[in-house]
């Protein structure tokens, strides 16, 4: 009698070829999403770097500004000092209209120039509050590509689950940093 001869090792090479391809594909799929990670936190990363450099610049301009508010302080002080000093000397009673004059320009001036301060520490404060959530963004992302990473050493699916769940955290902190 004939044995019959069932494909089997054709069926098991072809379920472990498939298992392979599948292995492929999924490590296909975290290497893309990596990827993926990598460009949101570049991008974050850049946005973050910019809204440092602006608060600094700001916060420059405001330090400027406190230093010429300070100099018309100085400036109103000897006006003053001067339509003082005019007034004791005797035989002169009126004060020096220019004095005067020079006094209220420079307390109008000063402020203009507090009014201009506040508004660039205003504007360095909210540039630094976006640099510190896109800084998180970029944390965020980074901890999901490392994450990743392992995911593909060790072969767990749940790893990779979890980057990509940090990632999608990462896009809200990268949305927050552009919006507010």
Do not use: C
């Not at 205003?122 to 392992?150: D, G, N, W």
Request: proline share 2%; no cysteine.
């Amino acid at each position: 009698m004939e044995e019959i001869e069932v494909p089997t090792e054709h069926l098991q090479e072809a379920i472990h070829e498939k298992a392979e391809e599948e292995k492929e594909k999924w490590t296909l799929y975290v290497a893309l999403s990596t990827a993926f990670m990598a460009v949101l936190a570049a991008v974050a990363g850049l946005l973050g770097g910019h809204h440092i450099n602006e608060a600094l610049i700001e916060q420059i301009k405001s330090s400027d500004n406190w230093a010429f508010y300070q100099s018309k302080s100085i400036k109103s002080e000897i006006a003053a000092s001067t339509d003082k000093i005019l007034q004791a000397i005797p035989g002169k009673t009126t004060t020096a209209p220019e004095s005067k004059e020079a006094v209220d320009r420079y307390e109008k001036e000063k402020e203009d120039i507090k009014k201009q301060a506040e508004e660039n520490e205003k504007s360095s404060e909210a540039h630094m509050q976006k640099h510190v959530t896109l800084s998180k963004a970029v944390t965020i992302f980074q901890i999901a590509i490392a994450i990743s990473a392992i995911a593909i050493l060790t072969r767990k699916k749940m790893l990779w689950y979890s980057g990509i769940l940090l990632t999608f955290v990462g896009i809200v902190f990268l949305v927050l940093g552009i919006v507010n």
